[in-house]
């Protein structure tokens, strides 16, 4: 299985600041990873796609790039519905795996 | 806009089969070529991919699970279904159903989940 490491796992930030998250593939996964918000008891959101695609209807504030094995989603300035957690997902090989999030909180 | 709702027993006895329905409207599930996608996440914890079936009908499944599990579709009722045999508590979680999109490239690498069901959760316990 590839496995998916983001870091950090949690991050304390401000809003107006900007953050990025890193995501790391255990082996090459070209430009097949996927993030994702989830806010609490809500389902995931895709966010980008294929490494650097914005998903329709997602705020041009997130922007993600990386290939082969580490990525980078980045937020180029935080609103407050912006905390929530981060997931990236692997879609290179079955099982598809996701990290295992990184939680955003407000500073 | 396409909408996915999850439904099915929220309680589960051990040893038992968990079975989840995922309602699609707003669409046909038989259109545009979808494929379709069930995923949990364990209470507090990350998301774990279960498995897709592709538009023709063909399975894929997570291999820590793939001996209990399958994935069906039922065109006429525009649903598609989990069953997850021989629970445990190990499988007490949130279960999402999803759309699967294909990307460009070879199957069936290139793909992401959109839309998402709400969830439902689903107790293993006695």
């Known amino acids: 299985d590839i496995q998916m490491t983001q870091s950090p796992s949690s991050l304390s930030a401000s809003v107006g600041d900007r953050v990025t998250i890193t995501c790391r593939a255990s082996?090459?996964?070209?430009?097949?990873l996927n993030w994702y918000q989830q806010k609490p008891g809500k389902a995931p959101k895709l966010l980008i796609y294929?490494?650097?695609s914005l998903q329709s209807g997602v705020p041009s504030s997130f922007s993600g790039s990386g290939s082969g094995t580490d990525f980078t989603l980045t937020i180029s300035s935080l609103q407050p519905e912006d905390f929530a957690t981060y997931y990236c997902?692997?879609?290179?090989?079955?099982?598809?795996?996701f990290g295992q999030g990184t939680r955003l909180e407000i500073k | 806009q396409l909408q996915l709702q999850e439904s099915g027993s929220g309680l589960v006895k051990p040893s038992q089969t968990l079975s989840l329905t995922c309602a699609v409207s707003?669409?046909?599930?038989?259109?545009?070529?979808?494929?379709w996608s069930w995923i949990r996440q364990p209470p507090g914890k990350g998301l774990e991919w279960i498995g897709y079936?592709?538009?023709?009908?063909?399975?894929?499944?997570n291999p820590s699970l793939k001996s209990r599990v399958t994935i069906s579709v039922h065109r006429s009722k525009n649903q598609f279904s989990l069953r997850l045999s021989s629970v445990t508590a190990a499988d007490t979680a949130m279960y999402y159903c999803?759309?699967?999109?294909f990307g460009f490239g070879e199957l069936p690498k290139n793909n992401w989940f959109d839309p998402w069901g709400q969830g439902t959760l689903v107790t293993v316990s006695s």
């Open positions: 997902q692997q879609s290179y090989s079955i099982p598809i795996t």
């Open positions: 082996q090459s996964i070209s430009n097949y």
């Open positions: 294929a490494a650097s």
């Open positions: 707003g669409g046909s599930i038989s259109s545009g070529g979808y494929s």
């Open positions: 079936i592709y538009h023709s009908g063909t399975t894929y499944y």
């Open positions: 999803a759309r699967v999109i």
